[in-house]
């Protein structure tokens, strides 16, 4: 067994992707920054890319790190304690550091203990979240408005809402100029969807498309617009469209939002994992 570092996302696919795609929809993350990431990108801040392998040659566990953000794995749970007693010393070898790590539930678990008992560093869960998966689009109870992609016109109100959204759902307070690029970009690829009704009421976004998928973010409605359906028929209208090129599209949500998982569920989104953060303290 034994830890291998990748100098390209080339190298890092030809040998993880087959593996990562055994569970393609998890490991939208995974799979989908360093597809996302152009040969300029990567030039000037190119990923952490690892992956333990086993004595046949095979991938075992994947890890990929977009400094100086968390470590994102993957990884077979019966090989996992021998893959991260080579791993976590590897990574601190390399002064490979992050303040996290996000993935499945128990991977995250194992991996937390393990690096607590490396570095004695303690750790605790910063957010339970659920991915969804959705092959079949099911009928929404329709609402007033209607779906139009957004344009560089919306950036004044979409600058507030990332804004919001990143403030509420992932509990940070972004740069603001960070925010607006972002907002741009989206608007630029033609990744980013509203629903009007008179006025623009509610956004949801695609990104990290894969081999076979697609995920959904970005998913916002102000406070003063809930409650009359607008989200459910963005996310539906958009989630129509992205499936008739994507055989099935995948979703985040926080497990500790009922309301918002059982409208996901409703329009025929179903549970495939269960995912955590866990912050290193």
Not at 111 to 138: G, M, P, R, S
Not at 185 to 212: C, F, H
């Amino acid at each position: 067994m034994k830890v291998k570092q990748y100098d390209t996302i080339k190298d890092y696919f030809q040998e993880n992707l087959s593996f990562l795609e055994e569970a393609e929809a998890i490991n939208n993350l995974l799979i989908g920054i360093p597809l996302s990431m152009t040969s300029e990108q990567e030039n000037n801040s190119p990923p952490n890319l690892f992956s333990v392998i086993d004595d046949l040659g095979q991938v075992i566990f994947s890890l990929v790190q977009t400094p100086p953000k968390n470590y994102l794995i993957y990884g077979k749970t019966e090989s996992l304690p021998a893959a991260l007693e080579l791993l976590i010393p590897f990574l601190r070898n390399k002064n490979i550091i992050a303040s996290g790590i996000i993935g499945p539930k128990n991977l995250c678990t194992s991996f937390a203990e393990a690096w607590e008992k490396h570095t004695h560093q303690k750790w605790k869960v910063n957010f339970k979240q659920l991915i969804y998966q959705l092959d079949v689009l099911k009928e929404v109870r329709k609402t007033n408005g209607h779906l139009r992609k957004a344009t560089l016109d919306d950036l004044p109100i979409l600058n507030e809402w990332f804004f919001n959204f990143s403030k509420e759902a992932m509990n940070n307070t972004p740069d603001k100029f960070e925010i607006a690029e972002m907002a741009k970009a989206k608007i630029n690829t033609g990744m980013l969807y509203l629903w009007e009704d008179q006025k623009v009421v509610s956004m949801a976004a695609a990104a990290r498309p894969t081999r076979n998928g697609i995920t959904v973010n970005y998913v916002y409605t102000p406070p003063k617009h809930r409650g009359h359906g607008y989200a459910s028929n963005c996310v539906a209208g958009m989630s129509k469209l992205l499936l008739e090129k994507h055989k099935y599209c995948c979703l985040f949500t926080d497990a500790t939002f009922p309301t918002s998982n059982k409208i996901y569920s409703d329009m025929g989104y179903y549970l495939i994992e269960e995912f955590r953060e866990i912050l290193f303290l």
